[in-house]
């Protein structure tokens, strides 16, 4: 018995990590994770969802891949999709952002909510490079493993499948592009859609119909970016 088989993963995504699992990296963030909880620190998002993003979005059935940082440190935030946060949360001001683009490039009307669930249901993989935070806390959790473990699902991916599409918005995303065959698959990058940047390049990038006319002319079915209600 290795020591993946306590955690709750998709089946494709398990098989293709499940060396991974053994590193002693991993056991080293485990046991990182047990001592903050054993010491009461609230950690998001909630243990169940921490890999919503590979259990949503199976390995074999992903079209397009948006690379966010680390997950929201506020209460009831995070689930595990990087950008989106639960239903009944106020939309983070990137993620605004990411929507005032949804309307200027295909007329997308701004959805009231902030939940990205439809698109990761859809086949968009929303990863973090890190996976966990403390509350309160921005970039708590990093550079305690998860960077090498998200590296790794980002190779697999690139490795695995034949004709994505990478959105890397920010210095951070596009720190992975190295991680990325450039030779088959479409990579967009632009600057991060935070208030800070989002005017100088992610407004009027057009990802969002480039990354549909790409899987179109591939034989794949296009993302439907238009968020049904809660």
């Known amino acids: 018995m290795t020591s993946d088989d306590r ?9 293709a990590l499940r060396e991974e699992f053994d590193e ?5 963030l485990r046991e990182f994770l047990r001592l903050e909880h054993a010491a009461g620190k609230e ?4 243990g169940p969802l921490i890999f919503n993003a590979l259990n949503s979005t199976p390995l074999d059935k992903i079209k397009v891949v948006i690379i966010g940082q680390d997950p929201y440190h506020g209460p009831g935030q995070a689930h595990g999709l990087c950008f989106s946060v639960q239903p009944g949360i106020a939309v983070p001001p990137s ?7 949804l309307k200027r490039d295909l007329n997308i009307d701004i959805a009231p909510h902030g939940c990205l669930q439809h698109w990761a249901d859809q086949g968009v993989l929303l990863l973090n490079t890190t996976m966990t935070v403390e509350r309160g806390i921005a970039a708590s959790h990093a550079k305690k493993g998860w960077e090498r ?6 190779q697999v991916v690139s490795e695995e499948q034949p004709k994505l599409v990478f959105l ?3 210095a951070h995303a596009q720190s992975k592009q190295k991680l990325i065959d450039a030779t088959k698959h ?3 990058t632009s600057v991060h859609p935070s208030p800070l940047s989002a005017y100088r390049g992610f ?8 990354t549909n006319k790409f899987l179109e002319q591939n034989g794949l079915s296009p993302v439907d970016w238009a968020l049904p209600p809660i």
């Open 149 to 154: 473990f998200t590296d790794r699902i980002i």
């Open 186 to 188: 479409l990579v967009l």
């Open 24 to 28: 002693p990296y991993m056991s080293e």
């Open 168 to 170: 890397l918005w920010g």
């Open 95 to 101: 993620l605004a952002n990411i929507y005032k683009e």
């Open 203 to 210: 407004i009027g990038n057009g990802h969002f119909s480039r």
């Open 43 to 46: 950690i998001y998002p909630p």
């Open 7 to 15: 955690i709750k993963l998709e089946a494709v995504w398990k098989q």
